[in-house]
């Protein structure tokens, strides 16, 4: 059993960083297609970005500003998020798909397994 937890959400200024993180337990993340999702209120959750196998799967709302990545060491999957907008605000979560292509996990938003989710505020 794959267990996700998120962390390094907060609170942030427009134009500003924040490094979310997502830390497996119980099983290797490197068998998995690794995704971030968000949701505001009132708005469909979106598929941000999705890694598996060295490639990478960027929504277009956030290319050029989020970077999805891998430590393998420490079993633990990030999304670093430079030029934060106030529409960046939303739960974020991380999942896992066994099997599957990042850009199916990212499409279909049908994960394995879900992290808890972290709150990402961007506000002045």
């Known amino acids: 059993q794959l267990e996700l937890a998120e962390s390094g959400g907060g609170l942030v200024q427009p134009g500003g960083s924040l490094r979310l993180s997502c830390a497996g337990s119980?099983?290797?993340?490197?068998?998995?297609?690794i995704g971030w999702f968000r949701q505001a209120p009132g708005k469909e959750r979106e598929g941000v970005s999705c890694?598996?196998?060295?490639?990478?799967y960027y929504a277009d709302s956030v290319k050029g500003r989020f970077t999805i990545s891998r430590d393998n060491d420490k079993n633990t999957v990030y999304l670093q998020m430079n030029s934060l907008k106030p529409e960046d605000t939303a739960v974020y979560y991380c999942g896992a798909l066994l099997l599957g292509s990042h850009q199916d996990l990212c499409r279909y938003h049908t994960p394995d397994y879900w992290g808890q989710g972290a709150q990402v505020t961007v506000s002045s």
């Open positions: 890694m598996r196998d060295g490639m990478h």
């Open positions: 119980g099983l290797s993340l490197g068998y998995y297609a």
